[in-house]
Structure formats: C-alpha cells, structure tokens
C-alpha cells in the first residue's frame, strides 16, 4: 500500500538545528516534495528530491535515500517564523495513481525562544 | 503579481445545501486541483484538471464537482451528498501536470463550517 509517516509534533529552540523525518512506502516512487504551511495559510513549496543525496537551499536542506524510503527536512539556525507545519509529500507512479501526491499529515514544528 | 486566489476565506452554510468555492489563477498554468485539510491528516484529493474542459476524480470526489470552462478558473461545489463537508479546501496549480515534477502552488484556501 501507500503510507507516508512524519512525527506529529517537534520542539526546537532558536538557532538551534532540527531534522525533519519523513518515511514513505509506495511501489511506484517518483519524486519527494516537502511544504512548509504556517497555521490557517496556504502550504508553501520548499524543496523536490527525486535522486538519492542533499539538496541545499539556504538554511534549509532537503535528503532523500530511496532504498531505505527516507527524507529529511533540515533546518538550521532556526528562527521564530520557522513555526509551522512540513508537510511531505511523494509523487507516486504505480499503476492507477495518476502520478498524483500522497501528502504526509505533516510535523508542527514549535519554536521556543 | 501572480497568484493564486479563494473565495471566501471563511464560508458558513446550512446542511443540505449545496455551496460553490471559488478558485483563481493568473499564472497561466495548466492543471489545477482541489484539496481538502482535515486536522491529523494529509491533503486529499478531490478533483484535478491538467486542461481546459477536462477534470478527473480524485480520491474523494464523492460529494463534489467541479468545471473547468476557463485555463484560469477551477470552482468546486460542495453538495449535501458530501457527508461531512466541514473541512479546510485548497485550491493548487502547477505550471504542467505532476507527472514532470512540477511544483503546486497553492491559494489561501476557504475554511467551510456545515451546521
């Protein structure tokens, strides 16, 4: 079947460093989206990974392995309006899909000062 | 600038009845696709469209419908067949169709409450 799994909710105080994980099952695997949405706004585009490694953007970094079905979202010297929800979602190419997004339920991630 | 618009942010209806939720974008782009928000849960699909006077099913399209008449305008109606209609909607656009990678954008999004 199809599952994406991310924690619920992460803490993390300013300046600090925090990683976002994200497991996904599919058998038709095609590309990784991560989203950043504040409460009640709309979800943001933050990083694509459809080959194994880092992608560095800024203070955010994005990793992917596609053997072990596993992203993480990075961000670094973290700042108060980085609290918000990431979201990750996988493009998924199996037969009768689509190729449509299978969303993670997203990460709250609260920062503390 | 370009964007992506909803109407109205906020939208409150009787049950039993049937409510249409405004999606506009001017930034030319070809496919469109309604979402819906629930708290603890992921983005699910309604509908999409990937061209003009085209729409396909998504995975909950039970409820809905929606047209597309225009490349810039994809409105969904809420119908008193949909079961449990209060939910957060997300109107999204992406320059092709997922299938190339593209990114969604995404509007602000109309919060409906069914009493």
């Known amino acids: 079947g199809q599952n994406i799994d991310q924690p619920t909710e992460m803490t993390a105080t300013e300046g600090a460093i925090v990683q976002i994980n994200c497991t996904y099952q599919t058998s038709g695997f095609n590309g990784l989206f991560w989203y950043q949405q504040h409460a009640g706004e709309a979800p943001t585009f933050l990083s694509y990974?459809?080959l194994d490694g880092l992608e560095e953007k800024g203070r955010f970094s994005s990793f992917l392995s596609r053997s072990k079905g596993y992203s993480y979202l990075l961000l670094k010297e973290l700042q108060m309006k980085d609290s918000a929800s990431y979201l990750c979602?996988?493009?998924?190419?199996?037969?009768?899909?689509?190729?449509?997004?299978?969303w993670g339920a997203g990460t709250k991630l609260i920062i503390k000062p | 600038d370009g964007g992506i618009t909803q109407s109205p942010k906020y939208l409150f209806r009787k049950e039993g009845q049937n409510v249409t939720l405004s999606c506009e974008q001017n930034l030319n782009h070809d496919a469109m696709y309604w979402y819906r928000q629930d708290p603890g849960q992921g983005l699910r699909l309604i509908y999409y469209s990937q061209i003009v006077n085209d729409f396909q099913k998504g995975d909950i399209a039970e409820g809905y419908s929606v047209s597309r008449e225009k490349k810039e305008s994809f409105p969904l109606t809420v119908t008193s067949a949909q079961k449990n209609p209060t939910a957060f909607y997300l109107c999204?656009?992406?320059?092709?169709?997922?299938?190339?990678?593209?990114?969604?954008?995404f509007g602000p999004g109309t919060r409906l409450t069914v009493t």
């Open positions: 999204a656009s992406s320059i092709g169709p997922l299938g190339q990678g593209y990114e969604q954008y």
């Open positions: 990974n459809v």
């Open positions: 979602a996988v493009r998924d190419i199996s037969p009768g899909s689509n190729y449509q997004l299978i």
